[in-house]
């Protein structure tokens, strides 16, 4: 059965940083695409990041191009969002997902199959 479990979300003040980490279990996630979404109510979940398992590339927002990292420690089967520069309008429930690696890059909610449980991120002005 696979497990994605957030954690690392927070209060913080613009211009700071925080790091979520997104620990995964429960299958060999070598062929799989892990991926950031985020979510404000009364809107879609929103596109962040996303890394593929083997190789490491990446995609990102246009939004958080520059100011997120996406990263992943092979060893610990965990997936990470390094975010800095932090503004009032990244605030949100942020959510860990994965799905199986496809040719080009997944960017809607419904095409991953995985998710976890949410973690908070609030930026205060």
């Known amino acids: 059965q696979v497990q994605l479990v957030e954690s690392g979300g927070g209060l913080v003040q613009a211009g700071g940083s925080l790091r979520l980490s997104c620990a995964a279990s429960?299958?060999?996630?070598?062929?799989?695409?892990m991926a950031w979404f985020r979510q404000v109510p009364g809107k879609e979940r929103e596109f962040v990041a996303a890394?593929?398992?083997?190789?490491?590339?990446?995609d990102y927002a246009d939004s958080v191009k520059g100011r997120f990292t996406i990263s992943r420690d092979n060893a610990k089967n965990t997936v990470y969002l390094q975010m800095n520069s932090l503004n009032p309008e990244d605030t949100a429930v942020y959510y860990c997902?994965?799905?199986?690696?496809?040719?080009?890059?997944?960017?809607?909610?419904?095409?991953?199959?995985?998710w976890g449980q949410g973690t908070q991120v609030t930026v205060s002005s």
């Open positions: 429960g299958r060999t996630f070598s062929s799989y695409t």
């Open positions: 890394i593929r398992w083997s190789g490491g590339s990446t």
């Open positions: 997902a994965a799905d199986r690696d496809r040719t080009i890059w997944v960017k809607r909610s419904y095409e991953y199959e995985y």
